[in-house]
């Protein structure tokens, strides 16, 4: 089933995702697509049961504080111009993102909050948006605070594997809608092979993987006027990413490869990238939906990059 042309946003409340609200509310402009706002809240297990008309109380109040940002969020959008709706939900906030996620074009969430979408993201369900979205997930770290806007300048990791071409080919689109600069990163992560007997390392492993990663590069950009550069780098991707991502506006990575950025995404390597990124992630899932998304045209992006 394609996906709406929707920018979805989850919000709890927090600094870190009014950040995100910003993010989001950005990129719906950029690809003249609907702003969707929601947020979800879970009453905790002890109260039903624990005390007389504690649940019921407590609903109550989360319901209303809960529509009370809710209906500040969706003002912002309005007043951005943006088409917004919005939705109030009961239940895992992850579960409700990845269902969301079936119909929309891109989720965006701040990197940590009070208990919710983010803190649910990073901690007990940390893999469960980017493993089993069906769509782009940006996460927005609160220390970006809106500096990483416009997109001037987009990092994407990539390791040739499928995975990491499709998070390349929408870091293409993401350049060409943004007007940005794209840098393509290929990493050869020589301590994890230094131990096997024999194995040897030399630059001609570096200079190969600096090769293949031009030519997939020079595939997937063909057609696109956009300024793009290729860097094959010794280290651990992890921390060249994080150490970009102080230099760049957007970090793009896939969920699945062959044990370079992608490969380790659902690991420690990408809870490494999500907590000391400081500026926005975008994870690309594998899966693949029919008419999913589609690279800007003149007539999808009648804007002039600010000077």
Request: proline share 5%; hydrophobic share 40%.
């Amino acid at each position: 089933m394609a996906h709406e042309n929707v920018v979805a946003v989850g919000i709890d409340g927090s600094e870190r995702s009014e950040t995100a609200l910003t993010w989001a509310i950005e990129q719906a402009q950029r690809r003249d697509a609907r702003l969707h706002v929601v947020t979800s809240y879970e009453l905790p297990t002890y109260t039903a049961h624990t005390f007389e008309g504690a649940a019921t109380s407590l609903d109550s109040r989360l319901f209303e504080a809960a529509n009370e940002y809710l209906d500040a969020a969706v003002e912002r959008g309005k007043k951005a111009g943006l088409e917004t709706s919005s939705s109030l939900e009961t239940g895992d906030p992850a579960a409700v993102l990845v269902e969301l996620s079936k119909k929309v074009a891109t989720v965006v969430i701040g990197s940590r909050g009070r208990g919710s979408f983010a803190d649910r993201l990073l901690g007990t369900v940390s893999s469960a948006v980017p493993a089993h979205g069906y769509c782009p997930t940006v996460v927005v770290p609160e220390q970006s605070q809106g500096s990483c806007l416009p997109i001037r300048h987009i990092v994407v990791g990539v390791d040739g594997s499928e995975a990491a071409n499709i998070a390349l080919e929408r870091a293409v689109w993401e350049a060409e809608r943004w007007q940005a600069k794209l840098t393509a990163v290929a990493t050869v992560n020589t301590s994890s092979i230094a131990w096997m007997p024999g194995a040897g390392y030399s630059v001609d492993v570096l200079d190969d993987v600096r090769t293949g990663l031009e030519i997939v590069v020079e595939k997937a950009t063909e057609g696109y006027d956009i300024d793009v550069r290729t860097h094959a780098l010794e280290g651990n991707p992890a921390a060249l990413m994080a150490e970009f991502s102080t230099a760049v506006d957007l970090l793009v990575i896939g969920t699945r490869g062959r044990g370079g950025f992608a490969g380790l995404l659902l690991g420690s390597t990408s809870q490494a990238i999500l907590h000391h990124s400081t500026c926005p992630v975008m994870v690309v899932p594998k899966r693949i939906r029919p008419g999913d998304d589609v690279p800007p045209t003149v007539t999808d992006v009648p804007w002039k990059r600010p000077e």
